[in-house]
């Protein structure tokens, strides 16, 4: 018993000596000379003569010990002496941090092999007593399963009462009230049969937790059972398909008229921002081409395409409530996706292939600030398709106004063919036209 | 605990017995070795490293998100430029995310899981001596091992790991300067997946024809155990979807280094307006998923053979409806296939296809379901024996259950627009394939560790690892389903861009907290595992009172796996607890004639003069039971 626990002891302090000097090389953040020292006192000091700039600064800050890293700037102005500062900068207090946590856990690790220990000698001696032979049925474990039971059901319970009603919002557009309709659906039949499993599972293995008085039931199989197992999922998902397929292409299938006649709005999103477009007084929103792309014109704007001219570039996205909008979706470099949560919409962006969405706004966002009760409500813009580093920050706001305020907001937008992309226009379109004859000749005869 | 076993009375002490005259080395035995019980612990140790660092992975970037704004030093100390002043960056944030769900999907649960309870049981339960091409078999190992290598060796290049998520959808993953992971670390992850893929294909081809050629006397297809059948449609799922996984790699790699334009099209990075014209990143999607699904697949397939055979054999009963089981995988096998594009309802792929892909995204949870009640109902009047693989078990098929019941959410491309690429689909997935497929892999090491080592595991330990673990994982699943009905995507670096997410951030706190101690816990298994080798209790010949052959073999583990001659099959795995025998289990060697007293008359279909014979004795059995009168 004495030896074993050594083993134990001897092993364990093994493990935490090597994940200590596991974390003392620097190898991880590939500097160019990765100096591995074991002495925890002049880690700090080693890291920083790893630095690949050997400079002046940096052999003194080597030089002058633990201490510079320990304290903050040294009163120095020059830059070298910041850049090496920040490379130095971590403090020896740090690792001694660290070891504290490890140091903890190995104590919890103590605290439990001990606790073993004293369960191990227990159960022996009451083995002892009563004469009990060993049995392997471990049945205690079935104790655990009815406790996990209960605590599992209130659990469910309490997420559903708490943090349900903090994430479920009523959507606010027309389609996803549909949406909402087959998600509670959904969610109470899923939840019965949640619970129900789970009753039996937990319960079963409980209720049937061995013993050497009982042989099990010899039970392989059982036809008209599996039949009813079989064709009830069946009918409860035919009938949750149907539902879901018609709410489904309710949403998408919008005819060709209907999707003319909406309010027409492009937005492009590139990293990390999205751009919107309106159609304007023609309601349409003019063709782009990325090759026409400039700073100036950074959506590539094609406007030799007439019914470019009168798009209108905003900063927020302003719908009027309770009218169709059809959304065009684009991207300038990588997938992003098009995800506003109280709407219900989500649609990637995708370059080289627009992709769109038809809503119609059900509540303002007076009305929705109202409903959650928080004046500050705002319906949001994200980004939802990983994107690069500014993926998670990717928003714009959307406000739904009444049709006389929208009218108004409108009336006060700019163009997107404005003075300076006029002058561009015209400049770029003049010295090819010269330079080049036979690339000015198509360009005309395409117009 | 009676040990029983037909095998012709062999002389166990010599081991050597097989070994055809020559001397095994180190390199032979241990590295280069080509005895399928070696090679599936190679795979099971490697894979275990592998889920050790995905898993210390997860912890940083749980760390970022329910500490956003504090610094942690320490993290610079080994993370350097990626985490100056303590504090990760974005970028790195991604390549950690990209990395954990790599690891853990390809290296761990679809290599370290199949690899190793493929190699350990098929020879082992269909009664071989090894597998059909042992040198490839051993091939397989180590182009899994350097594809390990290579994916690590990536957190090394300048420019970070491959940080377009494990997906890695172009444009993002084909444009250095979208991101700065999709410079070399990109090519890092594209190499190591295609070595990955050789190994799979290789295993996968060694354990079909394996199992198809190589099975014992008697060892008819529905003599199986359902852990071979299980891995021969995984086998089968891995070789008909993983070349596609090749042509998107390669076609990826074109596009990046050779300027194609398969997944291509229209784009401006950083002012810069690119030449590629006319190609479609919804192409990579589609060939992506159509390994994707599969995969994940791939990856649960295995723990439901290990949990239906520590399910039956810890309730003492047979499996129930072994036949829907069997009918149930292949059902799921072949659907898998027909189901990708549920990945995809919100890309801009035609609705018109989403809705197809809805309906048979839905016919594929019938299946599913056909499996959970039968797992139910063998426990139900069992005498259960709580080890610690049949605690993991029923942790899975609770897990199973929970994540799979949001597959009706997310299968629902209605309600797939407002969850989609949202937390709740990180929750469902690491529920229904995370946790459950886990939890198949760790009750199937705790089962088979004896006949991997030859020495039991410990218990007690066992049961603290499952419990924290199972507490743990449920606490740290459950809250994700709220956020993203809330509407916050994933692979978010921090909460506190917007205001509605504010409330998520003290949840976020809790969940980090919980996967930091679930995490910890996996020490217990680690130091249970390794310290058990050495100094755990001896095993007996068949700890668990199973009926498959791998329990007839030598504790010594012997290369050839059998003395003298194979064992031969007389009935199907599952006799447990049947009337009439004296035991609670007939091993499979074991002939009916051997157990006259408990045979019944549906085992002997379609043989009359079995049941001939049957008869007489039963005849005459009641006239010794009235003499005895
Ligand atoms: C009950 C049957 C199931 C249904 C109906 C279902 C449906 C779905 C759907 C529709 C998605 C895509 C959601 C989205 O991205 O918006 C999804 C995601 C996923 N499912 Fe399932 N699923 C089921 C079971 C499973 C199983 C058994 C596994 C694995 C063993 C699994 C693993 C995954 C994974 C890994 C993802 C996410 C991949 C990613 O985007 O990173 N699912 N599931
Ligand atoms: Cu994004
Ligand atoms: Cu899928």
């Known amino acids: 018993m004495r030896l074993k626990g050594f083993i134990h002891i001897k092993g364990v302090f093994g493990l935490v000596f090597g994940l200590l000097f596991l974390f003392h090389s620097p190898s991880f953040a590939q500097t160019d000379t990765a100096a591995v020292n074991a002495d925890t006192e002049q880690v700090a000091t080693t890291d920083s003569s790893a630095v690949d700039s050997a400079t002046a600064t ?390 | 605990m009676a040990t029983t076993t037909t095998l012709p009375a062999a002389d166990y002490n010599h081991n050597d017995h097989h070994d055809h005259g020559h001397k095994e080395t180190f390199i032979t035995k241990y590295v280069f070795t080509q005895d399928h019980k070696m090679i599936a612990k190679q795979f099971l140790i490697t894979g275990i490293i592998m889920a050790f660092i995905a898993l210390f992975l997860s912890i940083l970037f749980r760390l970022q998100l329910a500490w956003p704004e504090k610094d942690f030093p320490i993290l610079e100390v080994f993370l350097g430029k990626w985490a100056e002043g303590g504090r990760i960056k974005p970028e790195f944030f991604l390549a950690l995310v990209t990395i954990h769900g790599t690891i853990m999907v390809f290296f761990v649960l679809t290599a370290g899981l199949s690899g190793t309870f493929s190699n350990l049981l098929i020879p082992l339960q269909i009664g071989a001596r090894d597998m059909a091409a042992p040198f490839m078999n051993m091939l397989s190992y180590w182009f899994f091992f350097v594809a390990c290598v290579v994916m690590l060796a990536s957190f090394f290049v300048e420019s970070g790991p491959a940080s377009a998520g494990w997906t890695i959808y172009p444009p993002l993953s084909a444009l250095p300067t979208a991101i700065s992971g999709s410079g070399t670390g990109m090519t890092l992850w594209l190499i190591s997946i295609g070595i990955f893929i050789a190994s799979q294909v290789m295993g996968g081809i060694n354990y079909i024809s394996t199992i198809l050629n190589m099975r014992t006397k008697g060892m008819s297809l529905w003599r199986m155990p359902l852990t071979i059948w299980a891995l021969l449609f995984t086998a089968i799922l891995g070789l008909l979807s993983f070349p596609v996984l090749v042509s998107a790699v390669v076609l990826l790699f074109f596009d990046r280094s050779m300027g194609t334009s398969f997944y291509l099209s229209d784009i401006i990075v950083q002012g810069q307006i690119l030449a590629h014209e006319g190609g479609s990143p919804i192409l990579f999607e589609h060939l992506f998923w159509f390994l994707g699904h599969p995969e994940v697949y791939i990856v649960i397939l295995p723990s439901f053979g290990i949990v239906s055979e520590v399910i039956s054999i810890n309730s003492r009963k047979p499996i129930f409806g072994y036949h829907a089981m069997v009918y149930s995988l292949l059902g799921i096998s072949v659907l898998s296939f027909l189901v990708w594009g549920h990945h995809m309802f919100v890309t801009g792929m035609s609705p018109f296809l989403g809705g197809v892909f809805m309906i048979t995204t839905l016919i594929i949870a019938v299946p599913s379901a056909v499996k959970v009640f039968n797992y139910i109902a063998t426990i139900w009047r069992g005498n259960i024996r709580f080890t610690p693989a049949m605690v993991f078990s029923i942790g899975m098929v609770s897990f199973f259950i929970s994540g799979g019941i949001t597959g009706l959410f997310v299968g629902n491309a209605a309600i797939d627009i407002q969850v989609h690429d949202t937390y709740f689909i990180v929750a469902h997935f690491h529920l229904v394939m995370g946790s459950a497929a886990i939890f198949g892999m760790l009750a199937g090491v705790y089962h088979w560790y004896p006949k991997m080592f030859g020495r039991m595991m410990n218990n007690r330990l066992g049961y603290l690892h499952f419990w924290i673990t199972f507490v743990g994982a449920y606490f740290v699943f459950i809250p994700m389903h709220f956020m993203g009905i809330d509407g916050v995507p994933r692979r978010y670096y921090a909460f506190t861009s917007f205001e509605f997410m504010e409330k998520w951030l003290s949840v976020n706190v809790f969940i980090t907290w919980s996967a930091i101690i679930a995490g910890l816990a996996q020490v217990a298994f680690a130091w249970n595992f390794f310290h058990s080798m050495k100094h755990g209790k001896l095993a007996t010949q068949n700890p668990w009172g199973a009926n498959t052959l791998e329990w007839t073999t030598p504790i010594e583990r012997i290369h050839g796996n059998w003395p003298g001659e194979l064992p031969t099959v007389h009935r199907w795995p599952y006799d447990y607890s049947k009337p009439g025998h004296s035991e609670d289990f007939i091993p499979q060697t074991v002939p009916y004639s051997e157990t006259m007293s408990s045979n019944l008359p549906h085992d002997f279909e379609g043989n009359p003069e079995a049941e001939k014979i049957q008869r007489e004795w039963e005849a005459q059995q009641l006239v010794v039971d009235e003499e005895s009168k």
């Open chain 1, 58 to 447: 940096d052999t003194s800050v080597a030089a002058t010990d633990s201490e510079v890293s320990a304290t903050s700037a040294p009163a120095s102005a020059s830059t070298t002496a910041v850049a090496a500062e920040e490379e130095a900068g971590i403090p020896a207090q740090v690792y001694v941090n660290f070891f504290y946590y490890v140091l903890l856990f190995v104590l919890v690790c103590f605290i439990v092999t001990i606790l073993g220990q004293v369960l191990s000698v227990y159960e022996l001696t009451q083995g002892l007593r009563k004469k009990l032979p060993v049995n392997n049925w471990h049945s205690h474990q079935a104790w655990f399963f009815l406790v996990g039971l209960i605590v599992f059901l209130y659990g469910i319970y309490w997420s559903y009462a708490h943090h349900g009603t903090q994430s479920f919002r009523e959507a606010a557009t027309e389609h996803g009230a549909r949406i909402d309709t087959l998600f509670i659906i959904t969610t109470i039949i899923t939840t019965i049969v949640l619970v129900l499993t789970h009753i039996a599972l937990f319960g079963f293995a409980f209720k049937y937790r061995g013993s050497d008085k009982r042989k099990a039931y010899y039970y392989p199989h059982n036809n008209a059972l599996e039949k009813i197992w079989t064709i009830t999922p069946a009918v409860v998902l035919t009938i949750l398909v149907l539902f879901g397929f018609f709410t489904w292409r309710g949403i998408t299938n919008i005819p060709e008229e209907q999707q003319k006649e909406a309010l027409q709005i492009e937005i492009t999103a590139e990293q990390f921002a999205w751009n919107i477009r309106y159609g304007g007084r023609d309601n349409t929103v003019g063709k782009r081409n990325f090759k026409l792309t400039t700073p100036v014109n950074g959506l590539g704007i094609d406007f030799t395409d007439n019914s470019a001219l009168d798009d209108i570039r905003a900063g927020d996205i302003v719908l009027p409530v309770g009218k169709p909008v059809h959304f065009t979706i684009n991207s300038k470099d990588v997938l992003h996706s098009f995800y506003i949560p109280e709407f219900r919409v989500q649609i990637n962006a995708v370059p080289g292939m627009p992709t769109f969405f038809y809503i119609v706004p059900k509540y303002t966002t007076e009305e929705m600030r109202e409903k959650v009760g928080d004046p500050d409500y705002n319906f949001i813009l994200l980004c939802s398709k990983i994107c690069g580093s500014g993926h998670y920050n990717m928003q714009k706001k959307v406000i739904v106004v009444t049709d006389a305020e929208y009218k108004e907001w409108l009336s006060q937008q700019t163009y997107y063919f404005d003075d300076t992309m006029q002058k561009e226009f015209k400049e770029l379109s003049q010295p090819k036209q010269a330079n080049l004859v036979i690339d000015g000749n198509k360009m005309v005869s395409n117009n």
